[in-house]
């Protein structure tokens, strides 16, 4: 779509034409895209495009426009362009820096808020946060339970979006960088580390696609340390469920979002670490992405007077 084609064109023919450009080069969505980026450049909602069909766009707002189909075109993510993308009613920057928000993690939140169990200063955890859309949220919808939240990544740059959104929202939690539990585990030298403590809910967004698979256009601009997980996708979540234990209160609640086929093969290998009642909680698509499972009762720790040894 040229500049020639663009020119002294009505709202609705711009809409119609940047659909059509969209679709020709495969993108999904392509009205969508289209109106989102009109109302981004023009500054308005998708109410005033369609009482403004008529209306010729000026040439000042159709070269930006002309710029941004462009790298939608090409597959570069809509929330990357737009800069911020909607997750549980609240708008949360997005960019290269962590993971897309995918709808499905919205219901995986949904789960978690039906199911976790609520106490006043209750411990939260968000593994492999990316955006801090998963762990911000919780703190925001459980915030009369006053929760301790930790955000953990390995990702500078993904823990620096986080701050940003949490600060922009309110959200009292706290980020530490870690590669799963190592922060508290192996801390580094001169690291900050987190504090000390069992979870009540912890849920976690790992890399979960096998290695060499293909993935579309828009994916491959998620950062590749957030997306693959050895050869079956699974090398991260066996680290994560394994490392995890040691750091989960009795009854503990613990859920992932994984690949659609995934989901049974975690739910299998959280049973065999001891999570009991695991089960997978399916999408609105009805696939089967939701595993989960609750802590293993903890041992009381034993002491001196209990002790065999004691004299």
């Known amino acids: 779509m040229n500049s020639s084609k663009m020119g ?81 009613r609240r708008e949360f920057r997005t960019d290269a820096r962590a993971l897309i928000p995918r709808p499905e993690t919205e219901e995986l939140v949904e789960f978690a808020l039906q199911m976790a169990p609520r106490r006043a200063g209750m411990r939260v955890l968000d593994m492999g946060c990316g955006s801090g859309i998963i762990g911000i949220t919780l703190a925001l919808e459980l915030a009369r339970q006053a929760p301790e939240v930790i955000m953990a990544d390995i990702s500078e740059a993904a823990l620096s979006l986080t701050l940003e959104n949490a600060t922009a929202l309110g959200a009292r939690v706290k980020t530490y960088r870690s590669d799963l539990f190592s922060a508290w585990d192996a801390p580094e030298e001169g690291a900050v ?15 979960y696609v096998p290695e060499g698979e293909a993935v579309s256009a828009e994916v491959q601009h998620d950062p590749a340390t957030a997306l693959y997980g050895g050869a079956d996708g699974l090398d991260v979540v066996r680290r994560f469920l394994a490392e995890a234990l040691p750091h989960l209160a009795t009854r503990a609640l613990v859920m992932l979002e994984v690949g659609h086929d995934q989901g049974p093969a975690v739910r299998d290998l959280m049973a065999e670490l001891g999570y009991t009642q695991c089960r997978v909680l399916t999408d609105m698509s009805g696939k089967a992405r939701f595993p989960m499972g609750f802590a293993p009762v903890r041992p009381e720790p034993v002491t001196e007077e209990e002790s065999p040894c004691a004299e």
């Open 193 to 207: 580390q987190p504090p000390s403590g069992l979870f009540d809910l912890v849920l976690a967004n790992l890399p």
């Open 8 to 88: 002294m064109k009505t709202v609705q023919e711009v809409l119609t034409s940047g659909t059509e450009y969209l679709e020709s080069r495969g993108v999904e969505g392509a009205r969508h895209s289209m109106q989102s980026l009109m109302v981004h450049v023009l500054g308005c909602n998708k109410t005033w495009l369609y009482l403004h069909y008529d209306d010729p766009l000026p040439e000042d707002k159709l070269m930006p426009l002309r710029e941004l189909l462009k790298q939608r075109g090409q597959g570069v993510p809509l929330q990357h362009l737009l800069g911020s993308t909607e997750f549980f």
